[in-house]
T-cell receptor
């Protein structure tokens, strides 16, 4: 069965520190997609990134980077030089390609990240 | 482009009351979804609609019904609200592309059932 585990419930760091959010997933499929979403205090869900299971290249977008490792079933998210505006709940999610009509995304339970000034 | 809109933003119900949560998207997406978010549990899929005229159960459908009114609108109905349905409800939409489609979310409805 598919499952997404975010073992870190809460993380608190001081501004400008680097922080890594862990995500471990389980799936029987060979083709799947991984996502990260951000939920700031205002409550909306903001899409950050999508990766497919065939592309293990790390991705960097400004201060954000993602490390996808199929061997360990992990898709970790690192924020470099964190800022107070990065404070949010971050969700990792998994979607499998075997469904024929609509994507069913399985979300992890989220990691609450607090950046202290 | 408003994206995905939801009404109302907040609602308080008494046990046994009914209500309908409305969702609309202007991105011309085929697929729409309803999730609930409870503390410490992430988001769980209630129902989804792969296309206009079709609906299917998700992980936690009990106590809910849905209607895909047209391509733009997907409503969620609570026939007889229970305190266990106190939650934040999110609607999402996506364009089906073989599983890699990205879901875009509305701002959520915070529902309290007393």
């Amino acid at each position: 069965a598919q499952k997404v585990t975010q073992a870190q419930t809460e993380i608190s760091v001081v501004e400008k520190e680097d922080v890594t959010l862990d995500c471990v997933y389980e799936t029987r499929d060979t083709t799947y997609y991984l996502f990260w979403y951000k939920q700031p205090p205002s409550g909306e869900l903001v899409f950050l990134i999508r990766r497919n299971s065939f592309d293990e290249q790390n991705e960097i977008s400004g201060r954000y980077s993602w490390n996808f490792q199929k061997s360990t079933s992990s898709f970790n998210f690192t924020i470099t030089a964190s800022q107070v505006v990065d404070s949010a709940v971050y969700f990792c999610a998994l979607s499998e390609a075997r469904y024929s009509s609509a994507s069913k995304i399985i979300f992890g339970s989220g990691t609450r990240l607090s950046i202290r000034p | 482009n408003a994206g995905v809109t939801q009404t109302p933003k907040f609602q308080v119900l008494k046990t046994g009351q009914s209500m309908t949560l409305q969702c609309a998207q202007d991105m011309n997406h085929n697929s729409m979804y309803w999730y609930r978010q409870d503390p410490g549990m992430g988001l769980r899929l209630i129902y989804y609609s792969a296309s206009e005229g079709t609906t299917d159960k998700g992980e936690v459908p009990n106590g809910y019904n849905v209607s895909r009114l047209n391509k733009r609108e997907f409503s969620l109905r609570l026939e007889s609200a229970a305190p266990s349905q106190t939650s934040v409800y999110f609607c999402a939409s996506s364009e089906w592309t073989g599983g890699k489609d990205t879901q875009y979310f509305g701002p959520g409805t915070r529902l309290t059932v007393l």
